[in-house]
């Protein structure tokens, strides 16, 4: 299997179990994943109401860039590349985007 096919894979199933997650907590909005496969954009958006503060959230934001996995966001407790390696990502296939370019050296995953 094509690795980038085999990535978006991961990746939809990945964002969809946090998706049907965010979907159970009692907090009074949706959770939506947006899959863009020939762009290679994948996201979760939380949106609704909770009282009356309107949310309009991304906790999850993945691109696929070349051969790499960017997660250009990620506002979640455990982290989504830890559930991407545990999925058979490896490490140095993953990019953590949202950390400055100067520290990804030390994250342990690849630097670009």
């Not at 907090?27 to 309009?56: A, K, M, P, S």
């Not at 950390?99 to 030390?106: E, G, L, T």
């Amino acid at each position: 299997m094509d690795t980038r096919l085999n990535y978006q894979n991961i990746i939809k199933s990945v964002l969809q179990n946090h998706a049907d997650y965010r979907a159970n907590l009692p907090d009074g909005y949706t959770c939506q994943v947006l899959f863009d496969d020939e762009r290679g954009q994948y996201l979760i958006i939380d949106l609704g109401w909770d009282g009356n503060q309107y949310l309009h959230a991304t906790p999850i934001h993945i691109s696929l860039i070349g051969d790499k996995i960017w997660i250009q966001y990620d506002d979640t407790e455990e982290g989504v590349a830890t559930d991407l390696v545990n999925a058979g990502i490896p490490k140095e296939n993953i990019v953590l985007g949202f950390r400055h370019p100067k520290i990804r050296q030390h994250t342990g995953f690849a630097v670009a």
